[in-house]
């Protein structure tokens, strides 16, 4: 069966400070991944997504980046967090070209910049 | 391009009462539907989706959801709430199966 991981669970930054988030699935091949955020009391906002290695499709222009360096691995950084920044960010997964295939989330990332 | 609006950001039932979460679509092709249901600090989890056939669709916990083609909507609804049904919940649409395009969410609280 198909797994999702997401670590760290929780993180307290100071702004300025830099990011990395990481995401990781097993038990798939080729997978689409995908970089939502969600502000308290706030929908979710799609970040990024990628249809494979070293593809990344930036959904809203802001100090963060995404890379996939591995097919199933999927990372969002900063070089220097803001305020806004702070959120609970999520990581999802669904199959290549899937059509009537659903999401599969991860567990999130609890972020605070002070 | 898709859309998805969900009407009520925050429902309360009480505990036995029917539960109905709506979610009207936009799409300009048949889409692929989806019901997300979120507990405090974790991700999302669906609930049920609908494809193509029988536009009633079962899902998990005894949620259930109808595609109405001519009202261009897709509510969830449940019979019964419990308590444990208090979460957030999220309507998703997809044509492509690549990019999925969600709701803002509705809250639902169960007053016992």
């Known amino acids: 069966s198909q797994t999702i991981h997401q670590w760290p669970a929780t993180l307290v930054q100071p702004v300025g400070s830099p990011l990395s988030l990481e995401c990781t699935v097993e038990g798939t091949s080729n997978p689409n991944l995908y970089w939502y955020r969600q502000a308290a009391g706030r929908g979710l906002q799609l970040l990024f997504y990628s249809v494979g290695i070293g593809q990344i499709s930036s959904e809203v222009p802001q100090n963060l980046s995404a890379s996939r360096p591995q097919d199933r691995q999927f990372i969002l950084s900063s070089k220097k967090l803001l305020l806004s920044d702070s959120g609970f960010y999520l990581c999802?997964?669904?199959?290549?070209?899937?059509?009537?295939?659903?999401?599969?989330f991860g567990p999130g990332t609890r972020l605070t910049v002070l | 391009a898709q859309s998805v609006t969900q009407l009520g950001s925050h429902v309360s039932v009480s505990e036995g009462a029917l539960v109905l979460l709506r979610c009207n679509y936009s799409?300009?092709?048949?889409?692929?539907l989806f019901w997300y249901v979120q507990y405090p600090n974790q991700g999302l989890q669906l609930l049920l989706k609908?494809?193509?056939?029988?536009?009633l669709v079962k899902g998990i916990n005894g949620f259930e959801a109808e595609f109405k083609k001519s009202e261009t909507s897709f509510h969830l609804t449940k019979p019964s709430a419990h308590m444990s049904d208090a979460a957030e919940y999220f309507c998703a649409v997809t044509v492509t199966g690549n990019q999925f395009y969600f709701g803002t969410g509705t809250s639902l609280t169960v007053i016992p």
């Open positions: 609908y494809t193509t056939g029988a536009t």
């Open positions: 999802a997964w669904s199959v290549l070209g899937g059509g009537a295939n659903e999401q599969f």
């Open positions: 799409s300009s092709v048949p889409p692929y």
